[in-house]
């Protein structure tokens, strides 16, 4: 079984940058879990991948994130990161941690990211 919990969203102007946590219950260590992610929907549109880390430490980007994000965990708060650089319109969406242990999914109540002037 696994919890999670996100926060760190908020209003950002364009250009900024956020820093999101996800914080793992878990009876194991996250660094034991499949894969854990960040995901993304904006309204009107489908979730989409934003980044995900696996287990060994291989990390996976979206295109339209390249360069900008950066997913990490630090396995001894149990926690993962999404840190937020040049942040633009098209970033503002609830953003969603997984984490995937294979076979379960679990997800995240999600936190807003809204990027605006």
């Known amino acids: 079984q696994v919890q999670l919990v996100a926060s760190g969203g908020g209003l950002v102007q364009p250009g900024g940058s956020l820093r999101l946590s996800c914080a793992v219950s878990?009876?194991?260590?996250?660094?034991?879990?499949?894969?854990m992610g960040w995901y993304r929907q904006a309204p009107g549109k489908q979730r989409e991948l934003v980044a995900t880390?696996?287990?060994?430490?291989?990390?996976n980007y979206a295109d339209s994130v390249k360069g900008r994000f950066t997913i990490s965990r630090d396995n001894a708060k149990n926690t993962v990161y999404l840190q937020m650089n040049g942040l633009n319109s098209d970033d503002t969406a609830v953003y969603y941690c997984?984490?995937?242990?294979?076979?379960?999914?679990?997800w995240g109540q999600g936190t807003q990211v809204t990027v605006s002037s």
């Open positions: 997984n984490a995937y242990t294979g076979p379960d999914d679990y």
């Open positions: 878990t009876s194991r260590s996250i660094a034991s879990i499949s894969r």
């Open positions: 880390l696996t287990s060994r430490g291989i990390a």
